[in-house]
């Protein structure tokens, strides 16, 4: 691993912070002494902590086994018949919680609904019917297409009352990145909108997803939700009308029983080789875990207001803003639009207007309501406030200062985790008001969870000292197989650190304990919280006329994180112009989406590549983070190289 200087000296000066006595009392946990008593119990006794934890909620059948296996094949509560839908609403039914509000949606356009827990079962139960009228049965698979909505929330759970296998996809994904994981994951049913709003612009669905379908023999009935009501073509026998399905579908639907370890969700991360993987999920194991981890991430209550600020594309949605919330039985939001239109003061409104006291977002969020200043949220009265998590990538501590300082006046517990599309829910992370917080840091390793950081040859090393991020014990809600290819699943997971989940981040362990996520050491990046794969962004920019070479790396980004940068060998007899610059950032977007877009493109003759013909990427990146190259050159073919593409950075 690259030495870290100015990380470790940062890790090494983090100042503690010491939760409020107080809150430490009204805490689920009650005390700092049961919270780790109960942290020692699940690392000790994994088998014993996992099974009361299950017993928290609903079976219908019990489990015959706890825990069975080692990585990376694993099982947990054997034999066990649930069902995440019912533990998600009719659990709460049953004891009284009939009018309790589940669900709040607002628009960007201001519209707003309202679901009762009961209101939300009734429509749950008819779209499930909606899915058994399709012929669809255990097993079977539904893709979602949609925007932040209620109604993907109700087409989620009746996936999980049916034991319908489900994806969801980014609806600001192109259509070709659509297709390539339709043609993948192989639905029956899509489901879609008409369109959405997004910063005050309509935005079609429906034609892109027919461009995206055409030919995917898979598909045989695609549900449309009217949301902006602009005239779409639908197909005679293959599309309908949400609305008028729901009104004829009948309300009872008893829930599916569903065996422990049986897939669940799909949901498609970009890695190394470029393809989107279809990352496999049991949805029981998902419920049981996050339900656990959402409890005590976020110290819910039964009063608690929570909004998760992510997309329902991002799995990041799906584990608090869904299972974490409903599972514990409290009022969860979906807002449909930017969270700073039509002013940057939306977010804050927001928080005023619901008085939302647990709050999910991502440091790029954070970062963006810095840039605009703190006159945006004066008007408001955010004393509410409570608890707010970060997920998506690392937190830097000028921005977990400012959301405690001026978001929440000193007295928030600011929880930042760590987690991933694999992980399900993150196994890095504090309790809220029992857990030290260092400005950050993402915490420590977490109920059951076991993780290390270690050395190339997979042992572990001293603290304060970098390293890789490996998992030795699954947790429930861990990664199962990859959809349709257990044999890259076995090989990009477990070949690098035999017996270990290789997560391809590197970290440092504090001597506190607390674990510090320096950033990928692989080729994928978080662009905004957003896992792309820079391999995907090369394909897309391969495909412009006249391109020889490309390599694409993540730079630092004030905002967002990372953001590709892109750069570009041209073919000879072609020259840099502004419209070559203009396709390729075209094609990303339109390949990707406007998420990939380059935020700088090089145009350079020349590549630092090893005598073998390989790209050397990190050197890349170290001109563009740093301006020059400290790491090992060594394996460079021409070392000249390096002066020549600086001077091309430092013209641009």
């Not at 707003?112 to 499930?128: C, G, I």
């Not at 991002?314 to 409903?326: K, Q, R, S």
């Not at 830097?396 to 405690?404: F, G, T």
Request: hydrophobic share 40%; glycine share 8%; aromatic share 10%.
């Amino acid at each position: 691993m690259t030495e870290l200087t100015e990380e470790l000296k940062m890790i090494k000066e983090s100042k503690i912070f010491y939760p409020n006595p107080e809150k430490v009392k009204k805490s689920v946990a009650g005390s700092i002494e049961k919270f780790n008593e109960l942290l020692k119990l699940s690392w000790d006794n994994p088998e014993k902590f996992w099974n009361d934890v299950a017993r928290e909620l609903w079976w219908l059948h019990p489990w015959e086994k706890t825990f069975e296996g080692a990585l990376p094949n694993f099982r947990y509560f054997i034999g066990g018949i649930t069902n995440p839908a019912y533990n998600m609403l009719d659990r709460h039914l049953e004891k009284g919680a009939n009018n309790k509000l589940a669900l709040i949606w607002e628009g960007e356009n201001y519209e707003t609904k309202f679901y009762t827990y009961r209101m939300l079962w009734a429509e749950v139960n008819r779209f499930a019917n909606v899915l058994k009228s399709f012929g669809l049965k255990k097993g079977d698979r539904v893709a979602i297409y949609l925007p932040n909505l209620a109604e993907t929330v109700i087409a989620v759970l009746a996936c999980y009352r049916t034991g319908i296998i489900f994806n969801t996809v980014f609806s600001g994904f192109s259509e070709q990145a659509l297709r390539d994981r339709l043609i993948h994951y192989e639905p029956q049913v899509l489901i879609t909108a008409d369109g959405g709003y997004r910063r005050g612009k309509e935005i079609p669905l429906k034609p892109k997803a027919d461009q995206a379908i055409e030919g995917i023999n898979s598909i045989q009935k695609v549900v449309v939700v009217k949301r902006t009501n602009t005239p779409v073509k639908m197909v005679p026998g293959r599309d309908y009308w949400w609305d008028e399905l729901m009104q004829k579908a009948p309300i009872d639907c008893p829930p599916e029983p569903i065996e422990a370890n049986e897939p669940g969700l799909v949901f498609y991360t970009s890695g190394t080789t470029g393809k989107p993987k279809g990352v496999v999920h049991s949805g029981v194991a998902f419920t049981v875990n996050n339900y656990i981890y959402a409890k005590y991430h976020l110290d819910l209550h039964p009063e608690d207001i929570l909004w998760c600020t992510a997309d329902i594309g991002w799995l990041t949605m799906h584990i608090w803003g869904i299972v974490g919330a409903l599972a514990n039985g409290i009022t969860t939001i979906f807002y449909e639009g930017a969270i700073d239109y039509p002013k940057p003061d939306r977010f804050y409104q927001i928080i005023h207007k619901y008085r939302v006291n647990k709050l999910f977002t991502a440091p790029t969020a954070v970062r963006m309501l810095m840039r605009y200043g703190e006159r945006y949220m004066e008007p408001y009265d955010l004393s509410c406030l409570d608890v707010i998590c970060t997920v998506g990538e690392p937190l830097n501590p000028e921005a977990w200062y400012w959301m405690y300082e001026n978001l929440g006046k000193e007295k928030i517990y600011i929880n930042n985790t760590w987690g991933q599309t694999e992980t399900a829910g993150t196994p890095l992370a504090g309790a809220a008001w029992i857990t030290p917080m260092k400005p950050g840091s993402c915490g420590i390793q977490f109920l059951g969870a076991k993780l290390e950081v270690v050395d190339e040859e997979g042992n572990p090393v001293p603290p304060e000292t970098p390293g890789n991020l490996i998992m030795t014990r699954p947790i429930p809600m861990l990664v199962r197989t990859l959809w349709k290819e257990h044999d890259l699943y076995l090989k990009s997971y477990f070949r690098q650190v035999p017996g270990a989940y290789f997560t391809n981040d590197g970290a440092v362990k504090d001597k506190d304990g607390h674990f510090w996520v320096t950033g990928r050491i692989d080729d994928v990046i978080n662009v905004a919280g957003h896992r792309l794969s820079t391999m995907e962004m090369e394909s897309a920019i391969i495909e412009v006329e006249g391109v020889a070479e490309v390599a694409v790396v993540g730079a630092p980004d004030e905002i967002k994180g990372l953001v590709p940068i892109a750069f570009v060998t041209l073919r000879q007899g072609y020259e840099v112009t502004q419209e070559s610059e203009e396709k390729i950032r075209k094609i990303a977007v339109e390949k990707i989406g406007k998420i990939a877009e380059p935020a700088k493109i090089y145009f350079t003759p020349v590549m630092p590549k090893t005598a073998s013909g390989k790209i050397m990427r990190r050197l890349l990146k170290e001109l563009v983070t740093k301006g020059e190259v400290k790491g090992d050159v060594t394996s460079l073919e021409d070392v000249t190289t390096l002066e020549k593409i600086k001077e091309i950075i430092t013209e641009r």
